[in-house]
Each structure stands twice: as structure tokens, then as C-alpha cells.
């Protein structure tokens, strides 16, 4: 254990949205939560709503795609808490959603947070978790990842390399005690999801709630994915009873991905 005596849960992209949400569920297990995101608002927002709760929350502003830094802020949390238990690889970038709209930068950048972030952060803690035999790994994933459509193709094609990762990773920590696994939430309305939805609904001229209703629609449960339906899985993959359930892709999408 730490030398607080309470499991450690790291967090990237946990300044708003999925991330966020999981900051708290970690919080109300009892976790000490390293809440990490890109922009420094954020993360220290976060934290700070957690603390104030009476659990314990440390921010740190990091860029994914920044191995040095990923390496500094690993290291110092190892050597104040000892150890880390969970890991929710979560930063990610949605990118263009016309295919013409495409620059070659936007490539660079959907492969550099989407892959390489969460390929960096999960090796450097993966090697603590082997020396600990033990730890919880999850990554964000997206139904995305395996249904195809004509927009956001740089979102589809880094989410489905992350299925790939997420498989591979799973096999390299087996021995060790550590379970690797995906969660592919469904239409969600996080902050990047409501900019998504508004930008799609003013290119289409309707409103927002014509959009989402459109949305709706086309989920076979007709119901969006809340923050609470995500934390529930989160919950239990971190959980002793999910011990044997690895290197597994599981949607909480409405029957999103399995009607792809």
C-alpha cells in the first residue's frame, strides 16, 4: 500500500467529461486520485471538488504526448504514494469530422494524443504495476472504433489502434496480475461531445435537441450514455471481482457496437 495507506488511481484527461466523472468514482472508493489534464484549470478544479469531499486528489497539468513529462509526474507519484493501482488512460482528441477537411497536422495530432499518449502513460505505469503484481488498466475506446461511417475517420482509425493496444497490453500484463481492458462508452454528452453535437446541428440547421433526438433514434435502446452508466463499469473492472475479465472491448453504447 501507500504511505497514506490507500490505493493510488491515475487519471489522464480528467479535467471534464469521462474522465472526470471516474476522478470521483475513484474518490468515493477511497482512492487517492491523481487527477492529470492538459489544460491546468482544469485538473486543479477537479481536484479541488474532490478534496473538498474529504478524499484526497492531486493535479497535475500534462500533455500525453510529452514522454519526459509523463516519466517526471510517474516517478514523483511513485515516490510519494508508492505505488499506483489503477490507471484510466482517458485523454483523447476527436479531430475533423469531414474526411476534405483533413490537414496532414491533424494526422500527427490524432496519432500523437489518441495512440502514442496512451501507449507512453500505460508502459510507464505498466512497469510499476509488474514489480507491484498487481493493478487495473483501462483505456478509452469508442464504438467508433469498429463502426464505419464517412466523418471523424482520424477519431475512428486512432480508436480502433487503441482496441489493438488494449489486447496486445493485456497480454504483456497477464503474468503479472494486471487486467487491461476498454471501455467504449456510448453517445455521451461530455463537454467535447456538446461541441460536437452543436457544430453538427448549426451545419445542419436544426437545433440541438432535434440533433440529439435524431440521435437518440438511431441508438437501439433509444437512450444516451450518462457519466453514472460509465462509472458503474469503471467500478467494477477496478474491482477484485472483475480479476479475470481482461483484454475485453466492453461498450456501454445502447447497442451502439453490437448493431455495427
Given at each position: 500500500?501507500?504511505?497514506?495507506?490507500?490505493?493510488?488511481?491515475?487519471?489522464?484527461?480528467?479535467?471534464?467529461?469521462?474522465?472526470?466523472?471516474?476522478?470521483?468514482?475513484?474518490?468515493?472508493?477511497?482512492?487517492?486520485?491523481?487527477?492529470?489534464?492538459?489544460?491546468?484549470?482544469?485538473?486543479?478544479?477537479?481536484?479541488?471538488?474532490?478534496?473538498?469531499?474529504?478524499?484526497?486528489?492531486?493535479?497535475?497539468?500534462?500533455?500525453?504526448?510529452?514522454?519526459?513529462?509523463?516519466?517526471?509526474?510517474?516517478?514523483?507519484?511513485?515516490?510519494?504514494?508508492?505505488?499506483?493501482?489503477?490507471?484510466?488512460?482517458?485523454?483523447?482528441?476527436?479531430?475533423?469530422?469531414?474526411?476534405?477537411?483533413?490537414?496532414?497536422?491533424?494526422?500527427?495530432?490524432?496519432?500523437?494524443?489518441?495512440?502514442?499518449?496512451?501507449?507512453?502513460?500505460?508502459?510507464?505505469?505498466?512497469?510499476?504495476?509488474?514489480?507491484?503484481?498487481?493493478?487495473?488498466?483501462?483505456?478509452?475506446?469508442?464504438?467508433n472504433a469498429v463502426r464505419v461511417a464517412a466523418h471523424v475517420i482520424p477519431y475512428r482509425v486512432t480508436k480502433a489502434a487503441i482496441l489493438m493496444f488494449t489486447k496486445c497490453l493485456a497480454m504483456v500484463m497477464a503474468p503479472y496480475?494486471?487486467?487491461?481492458?476498454?471501455?467504449?462508452?456510448?453517445?455521451?454528452?461530455?463537454?467535447?461531445?456538446?461541441?460536437?453535437a452543436q457544430k453538427t446541428a448549426d451545419e445542419r440547421g436544426i437545433t440541438l435537441d432535434d440533433y440529439l433526438d435524431d440521435r437518440r433514434s438511431r441508438i437501439p435502446m433509444q437512450e444516451l450514455t450518462t457519466i453514472d452508466d460509465?462509472?458503474?463499469?469503471?467500478?467494477?473492472?477496478?474491482?477484485?471481482?472483475?480479476?479475470?475479465?481482461?483484454?475485453?472491448?466492453?461498450?456501454?453504447?445502447?447497442?451502439?457496437?453490437?448493431?455495427?
Amino acid at each position: 500500500m501507500s504511505n497514506t495507506g490507500k490505493q493510488v488511481a491515475f487519471i489522464t484527461g480528467a479535467g471534464s467529461g469521462i474522465g472526470r466523472g471516474f476522478a470521483h468514482q475513484m474518490a468515493k472508493l477511497g482512492y487517492v486520485v491523481i487527477v492529470t489534464d492538459v489544460n491546468e484549470d482544469s485538473a486543479t478544479v477537479v481536484a479541488n471538488e474532490i478534496i473538498e469531499t474529504g478524499a484526497t486528489a492531486i493535479p497535475y497539468q500534462f500533455d500525453i504526448t510529452d514522454a519526459d513529462v509523463a516519466k517526471t509526474i510517474v516517478d514523483e507519484v511513485i515516490k510519494n504514494y508508492e505505488r499506483i493501482d489503477v490507471l484510466f488512460a482517458n485523454a483523447g482528441a476527436l479531430g475533423p469530422s469531414d474526411f476534405w477537411d483533413i490537414q496532414p497536422t491533424d494526422w500527427d495530432v490524432m496519432t500523437s494524443v489518441n495512440i502514442k499518449g496512451t501507449a507512453i502513460i500505460a508502459q510507464l505505469v505498466a512497469e510499476h504495476m509488474k514489480a507491484q503484481q498487481s493493478g487495473r488498466i483501462i483505456t478509452t475506446a469508442s464504438y467508433n472504433a469498429v463502426r464505419v461511417a464517412a466523418h471523424v475517420i482520424p477519431y475512428r482509425v486512432t480508436k480502433a489502434a487503441i482496441l489493438m493496444f488494449t489486447k496486445c497490453l493485456a497480454m504483456v500484463m497477464a503474468p503479472y496480475n494486471v487486467t487491461v481492458n476498454a471501455i467504449a462508452p456510448g453517445v455521451t454528452m461530455t463537454p467535447m461531445q456538446e461541441l460536437y453535437a452543436q457544430k453538427t446541428a448549426d451545419e445542419r440547421g436544426i437545433t440541438l435537441d432535434d440533433y440529439l433526438d435524431d440521435r437518440r433514434s438511431r441508438i437501439p435502446m433509444q437512450e444516451l450514455t450518462t457519466i453514472d452508466d460509465l462509472n458503474a463499469l469503471a467500478k467494477f473492472l477496478t474491482s477484485d471481482e472483475s480479476r479475470l475479465i481482461t483484454g475485453q472491448i466492453i461498450a456501454v453504447d445502447g447497442g451502439v457496437m453490437a448493431s455495427s
